[in-house]
């Protein structure tokens, strides 16, 4: 019996994932819950177990390939079948049902926890309707499988030499609908104006895949060259082609494909700036008296805590007091919506690129606790192997840019909350206090907010909070 393996629904909406890694090879005997294949996917990097155990009979895609869910992986083949054995008669229902009886611990979304119990035999039409060839029409003997070649899974034959040419849309060839499993790859072609089910799919059993609908998409805009000489009306449009041409081919341009975590970042991004309308302010803090009482609570308390961890804490005192910054907005029935939990994200500068994980319930948390969360969040930015559930469900983001040696940004707001806070570098200036010019560590606090969510008032008054903590962080005990 034959099992395809398919790639399950990875949660949070993800539908597809780059595969990092084979942990298996044709031929390898494997069992049921063994992890075959590392992917990595928007949120982070797993090993997915297969529901299946037997023999892999064959593996789909390269390290590096995007793949969508519902395409399959690999292929694994029944232990219990001889191909070289013809038995006399069916297998009877207790062997049959104690084979199936073997159950599978996945947790992973979209694939099963117990193997299947149907029957072993090859279905009339194939995954998506389609024909299968030479099915078996005997009901009295089970005959062993001829060997014959399993049909390659690509949706381009070739025969005699010729290559069909691929069918757009609008074709007479494009007539038949074609099965489109992915929500992402319908919207990109509904928003490009057509339908992606009327495309020629190129994935297994004629699956439209994206690639497809992004190469519909490049041959809709393309402008439309010609070669013949007795269509070109203007003699000087040559010269002018030329360059462009000449561009994309020049040495030493590099592509980078736009993939995994980058692609969600992008997407995110891109969809902040659209749909955010956002205001940015700034503020100049005396930090001096927040390294003393870092210093005290070393002295009082043998532990040491960052400044970032104490700044946290300021500003989920700061969240407390203006509740409206710990929000997002509902676009489709036009409300505001504020989050009675801080989930306090923390932006990342990780070896898989920017990152924000989040501390939940940070409302709830000690100083100490806090500070605890935070230093594990930094030890695991080191690789960025953040568990899936950590990298969602943030109502707040602070972002210590600091780090990079930069004084301020106006950064952009982590879709959908409505407001970032963040830290530049804290370097020794010139400063006056008391009528008289000292030195001091001084930090720029930036902050960018909704304006849909608040006005200026709100948001200031959260930046002066956050400010007067920092400058005098025993004012902050008024608020606990």
């Known amino acids: 019996m034959r099992n395809d393996f398919l790639l399950p629904d990875l949660g949070e909406g993800l539908t597809e994932a780059e595969i990092v890694s084979w942990l298996v090879a044709p031929g390898d005997s494997i069992r049921i819950d063994q992890p075959v294949v590392e992917v990595e996917s928007a949120k982070s990097v797993v090993e997915l177990p297969s529901p299946f155990g037997g023999i892999v009979e064959k593996i789909f895609g390269e390290p590096g390939q995007t793949i969508h869910a519902g395409q399959v992986l690999l292929t694994v083949t029944d232990q219990t079948v001889q191909s ?36 072993a035999r090859r279905p009339q039409r194939g995954r998506f309707g389609t024909p299968t060839p030479d099915a078996p029409t005997s009901t009295t003997t089970v005959t062993a499988p001829v060997s014959r070649p399993e049909p390659a899974p690509v949706a381009v034959q070739v025969e005699a030499g010729v290559v069909a040419a691929p069918v757009r849309v609008g074709s007479p060839e494009a007539h038949r609908p074609s099965p489109v499993v992915s929500p992402i790859v319908r919207r990109l072609a509904r928003e490009n104006g057509f339908d992606a089910s009327r495309l020629p799919g190129t994935g297994r059993d004629g699956l439209v895949t994206r690639a497809d609908v992004e190469a519909q998409i490049r041959d809709s805009t393309m402008p439309t060259e010609t070669t013949s000489n007795s269509t070109r009306t203007d003699p000087a449009a040559s010269p002018i082609s030329a360059p ?81 910054l710990n929000s997002s907005v509902d676009t489709a029935s036009q409300e505001i919506l504020q989050h009675g939990a801080i989930n306090l994200g923390i932006a990342a500068q990780t070896s898989r690129g920017l990152m924000v994980p989040v501390v939940h319930g940070a409302h709830a948390l000690t100083t100490r606790q806090l500070r605890d969360a935070i230093s594990e969040l930094v030890v695991n930015a080191a690789d960025g192997t953040f568990a899936p559930a950590s990298l969602t469900g943030g109502t707040f983001t ?22 970032i806070l963040g830290i530049g570098r804290m370097i020794e200036r010139p400063w006056v206090v008391n009528h008289e010019l000292a030195v001091r560590t001084v930090v720029e606090l930036s902050m960018v907010f909704d304006h849909r969510v608040c006005d200026g008032g709100t948001a200031a008054g959260f930046l002066t909070f956050v400010a007067r903590c920092i400058e005098n962080p025993v004012a902050l005990l008024a608020e606990l």
């Open 84 to 119: 070289t054995v013809a038995p006399t008669a069916p297998l009877p229902p207790a062997a049959e049902k104690a084979d199936s009886a073997e159950t599978s611990g996945a947790v992973l979304i979209g694939y099963g926890t117990t193997v299947s119990t149907r029957p």
């Open 244 to 324: 462009a041409s000449s561009s994309a081919q020049a040495p030493g341009n590099v592509r980078i494909p736009i993939t995994g975590l980058r692609k969600v970042v992008a997407q995110r991004l891109a969809t902040s700036r659209r749909e955010i309308p956002e205001a940015t302010i700034w503020l100049d803090v005396d930090a001096t008296e927040l390294f003393v009482a870092r210093d005290r609570l070393l002295a009082a308390t043998g532990e040491r805590f960052s400044v970032t961890a104490l700044i946290a804490r300021f500003v989920v005192a700061g969240l407390q007091r203006y509740p409206l």
């Open 398 to 419: 602070l972002n210590n840019f600091g780090s990079l040696g930069v004084d301020g940004s106006a950064a952009i707001i982590n879709h959908p909350e409505a407001a």
